[in-house]
């Protein structure tokens, strides 16, 4: 069975800062994928990012960036000077070919 | 436009009396899911599709029911509703046999009183 640990609730930054969000995976599965997805307030999911296991080269899209380490089963989610529209529910997933498994999300609050 | 509808959008009602909440796709997706999200829990899997009459379950299957009679529409039938069945509900499709991205629905807030 796959898991998904983010230890983070709740973080609340002031806009500019940047911010890390922290996501530890388990699996038993030799190739398996990680996925990023963002919940604004408006409630709808947005894909970010995939990754599949035998990449672990760290990606860059703009502000945001990843930080995959199968080393320590990590995948860690950094917003480079964060805005107010950064303010969402993230959620870290595993994936499969039959499904998804979310974490229980981290909630970002960016504030002016 | 590629598009996942789900209706209704909103739904009260009460227990024990049958409902389906609708998901739709125009992406000819061969999977489709539907995922319940709970306050602390993230998002889980109720049922899967990987094609047209292949269903299995997911996760938290109990009390619901699907159907895949045809590519784009993917149903989620509950039978007989109970309280603990106050959920966001969505319905999520993907391209292909491998763990793609999933492309969701707008979600559907269900109530049961």
């Known amino acids: 069975a796959q898991k998904v640990t983010q230890a983070q609730t709740e973080i609340s930054v002031v806009e500019k800062e940047d911010v890390t969000l922290d996501c530890v995976y388990e699996?038993?599965?030799?190739?398996?994928?990680l996925f990023w997805y963002k919940q604004p307030p408006s409630g709808e999911l947005v894909f970010l990012i995939r990754r599949n296991s035998f990449d672990e080269q760290n990606e860059i899209s703009g502000r945001y960036s990843w930080n995959f380490q199968k080393s320590t089963s990590s995948f860690n989610f950094t917003i480079t000077a964060s805005q107010v529209v950064d303010s969402a529910v993230y959620f870290c997933v595993t994936g499969t070919a039959s499904k998804l498994t979310f974490g229980t999300g981290t909630r970002l609050q960016v504030t002016l | 436009e590629a598009q996942v509808t789900q209706n209704p959008r909103y739904l009260i009602t009460v227990t024990g009396k049958k409902l389906t909440v609708t998901c739709s796709q125009n992406?000819?997706?061969?999977?489709m899911s539907w995922y319940r999200q709970d306050p602390g829990l993230g998002l889980r899997q109720i049922y899967y599709s990987m094609n047209v009459e292949v269903t299995d379950k997911g996760d938290v299957p109990e009390g619901y029911k699907v159907s895949r009679k045809e590519k784009r529409n993917f149903p989620l039938i509950l039978e007989s509703p109970s309280p603990n069945q106050t959920s966001l509900y969505f319905c999520?499709?993907?391209?292909?046999?491998?763990?793609?991205?999933?492309?969701f629905g707008p979600g559907t807030r269900l109530t049961v009183l």
């Open positions: 992406m000819n997706h061969e999977y």
């Open positions: 699996t038993r599965d030799t190739t398996y994928y």
């Open positions: 999520a499709t993907r391209v292909g046999g491998g763990p793609n991205e999933q492309f």
